[in-house]
């Protein structure tokens, strides 16, 4: 497609539980981010993937959050043994060319943890 | 600490009226972009600035970069109810190879 797509577009899952979330960017985008957007916040940023380099994973909340990225195409986030606090929406971005121009977002997954 | 502040937080306002938000920060950054987002949907660009003093305008939008590349405004001249959404103000700061950050975003309402 045209634009970032992301799926699932919702989730309710259970305490405890896995979840792995993924992102499709636009094709020959370089940078992938992904961010967390609290109920009525702003957009917390978690890890982004340029190119072939290593991952910067400063943002990631704790070890139960993890992300990888096939090349320069698909992206997956995977939250282990959820909690209520990882109740969000998760959205993905991409990119040309990394800190430079636009950022593209998806629509987000919207996680809700019971 | 944020890095970002943004004010106000909420603002509702009567078609036609005239609105200011700002986005504050204690750093330098490269550049400030302005994201629109409606419920539902992601962050859609509306303008990035990158020169200190720098003024864009996009219709009833008016954008201002600070001169110390610290803070900028978003003016809208009068607003209509299609305005109505979150307004978010992201950076690249000046200094390291960080990713974009956003403020909390100002969630305006205008009402017919």
């Known amino acids: 497609g045209a634009g970032v797509s992301q799926s699932p577009s919702n989730k309710v899952t259970e305490k405890g539980k896995d979840v792995e979330l993924r992102c499709d960017p636009i094709s020959g985008h370089t940078a992938l981010y992904w961010y967390r957007q609290r109920l009525g916040q702003g957009l917390e940023f978690l890890i982004y993937f340029q190119g072939n380099s290593a991952p910067d994973k400063s943002g990631l909340p704790s070890d139960r959050f993890s992300a990888e990225r096939t090349g320069e195409s698909v992206s997956t986030l995977t939250i282990q043994r959820t909690q209520q606090e990882d109740s969000a929406v998760y959205l993905c971005a991409s990119s040309l060319v990394f800190r430079i121009g636009e950022l593209f977002f998806g629509e987000g997954s919207r996680l809700t943890v019971l | 600490t944020q890095l970002l502040e943004q004010s106000p937080q909420f603002l509702s306002i009567q078609e036609g009226e005239n609105l200011t938000v700002y986005c504050n920060s204690s750093?330098?950054?490269?550049?400030l972009q302005w994201y629109r987002q409606e419920p539902g949907e992601g962050p859609v660009l509306l303008v990035t600035v990158v020169t200190g003093g720098e003024v864009k305008k996009l219709k009833r939008l008016t954008f201002q970069f600070g001169d110390a590349r610290k803070d900028s405004s978003l003016h809208i001249t009068a607003a209509q109810p299609g305005d109505t959404g979150l307004y978010l103000c992201a950076g690249f700061r000046d200094s390291g190879n960080t990713p974009l950050v956003f403020g909390k975003g100002t969630r305006l309402s205008v009402i017919a």
């Open positions: 750093s330098v950054f490269s550049s």
